[in-house]
């Protein structure tokens, strides 16, 4: 039988954990929602609209000590390797889960995918990542556990790279998911959190949320950040 | 409601993408499967594969246990791909029926 996308996604990670590439990985994207269930508890939280790319976030590339292919580990499931063309980004493709690699982009823009021979792929660099590599939260998904951004960071960070986005659908998707995250932390009396991250951004940075934020038509995310 | 069709769009272009992918694999895969025949009390393998819509025959002898092996696993990733493939054909008409809307066919 067909395994359903969560099950299929629990998998991949299990065995992500299992040959100990997990340890090195964060789990960011819309996916990530998804497991912040056990984070807010009683906290009335709805996931965000999920596309299927898992975005595994590898914060320190260098600091990977494994040997794990991730395509012959994720074969038997489906998964094939697929290229995006023209950059040449390496994502894992099944009809019902797309896994790609990010890392944080240091230097110079580039849209060179950063090699990963440990795991037998490569990344994308992306900006503003390293936001959500600290303050990282861990969450607990059956026998194993995932490690995933702080939500505040994952909003914020939301809100940041939604002023950035060609794409007006994007943009408006990116919003979305930062207001129900923020909605939700806030309704867990989590405003000093958001307001600290908030204050840990660099200036230019800030104002780009508060500018995103300004959008959001949401009195009480805007008495938090504003 | 453009929040969603954006997500249609990008799983759209996935699947398109993803088309692609499995396309190459199965390419990739080499062609033919093995059949054991009994002949005179004894078994031989033969590697079976369609040529300009011809059956073809190669002779492979007793076979080894890595080339049975090998086509045991083509056959299995054969099958497997084109379910996928099959599937992601599926999405990709659903999901251009469901951003064409009311539009006209």
Redesign the interface.
């Known amino acids: 039988m067909e395994k359903s996308q969560y099950d299929l996604c629990v998998e991949v990670l299990r065995r992500l954990d299992k040959s100990g590439a997990l340890k090195h990985i964060v789990l960011i994207g819309s996916w990530c929602t998804l497991f912040y269930k056990s984070y807010f508890g009683h906290i009335k939280y709805a996931p965000v609209?999920k596309?299927?790319?898992i975005d595994l976030l590898v914060p320190h590339p260098s600091a990977v000590r494994v040997k794990a292919n991730v395509a012959e580990l994720l074969?038997d499931l489906?998964f094939?390797?697929?290229?995006?063309a023209p950059q040449g980004y390496i994502r894992l493709?099944?009809?019902g889960l797309?896994v790609e690699f990010l890392t944080i982009e240091k230097g110079r823009p580039s849209d060179k995918p950063y090699p990963l021979p440990q795991l037998g792929v490569n990344a994308q660099p992306l900006r503003f990542l390293e936001i959500l590599a600290r303050d990282t939260i861990t969450a607990k998904v059956e026998d194993f556990s995932v490690t995933l951004p702080h939500p505040a960071n994952f909003a914020l960070h939301k809100l940041l790279i939604s002023q950035r986005r060609p794409?007006?659908?994007?943009e408006?998707?990116d919003r979305?998911a930062a207001v129900r995250i923020l909605d939700a932390l806030i309704s867990k009396g989590e405003q000093d959190t958001i307001k600290k991250v908030f204050l840990s951004l660099p200036a230019r940075w800030q104002n780009k949320i508060k500018k995103a934020s300004q959008t959001l038509e949401n009195n009480e995310i805007l008495s938090v950040l504003l | 409601m453009?929040?969603?069709?954006?997500?249609l769009?990008?799983?759209l272009a996935?699947?398109l993408?993803?088309k692609?992918?499995?396309e190459?694999?199965l390419a990739r895969l080499p062609k033919g499967s093995l059949v054991k025949k009994p002949i005179k009390g004894h078994e031989y393998y033969y590697l079976v594969s369609r040529n300009h819509g011809k059956v073809k025959f190669i002779y492979k002898g007793k076979g080894s246990a890595k080339e049975i092996e090998k086509y045991r696993q083509v056959k299995h990733?054969r099958a497997?791909?084109r379910k996928?493939l099959s599937?992601?054909k599926k999405?990709i008409r659903f999901l251009r029926s469901a951003l064409r809307g009311k539009e006209p066919v």
């Open positions: 609209l596309t299927r790319d074969k489906g094939v390797v697929g290229f995006d493709v099944h009809p797309i794409n007006r659908q994007k408006e998707k979305d | 453009k929040v969603i069709k954006g997500v769009k990008e799983e996935n699947s993408r993803m692609k992918s499995y190459r694999e990733y497997k791909y996928q599937e992601v999405q």
